[in-house]
């Protein structure tokens, strides 16, 4: 259960980053007004994915000496 949580958490944080950008699109003062145009479709998905992809990729494991400088 508790690895469903952290997958619908991911999803929900990917989700809002959208919706944040949507929130944005809809804004009377966007480029189009109160309907969405393309390039913010561009930027929506875009968003989407990115926070997506931030959590797709795992941390590897911290270095064996302690050191987690680079």
Known sequence: MGQYIKYAAKACVALGAALAVVGTAVLPDSAGGASV?????VSIGTALLA?????????GAPPADGDHEL
Do not use: M
């Not at 145009?37 to 479709?41: A, F, G, M, N, Y």
């Open 37 to 41: 145009t393309v390039q913010e479709w």
């Open 51 to 59: 926070a997506l992809g931030v959590y797709a990729v795992p941390n």
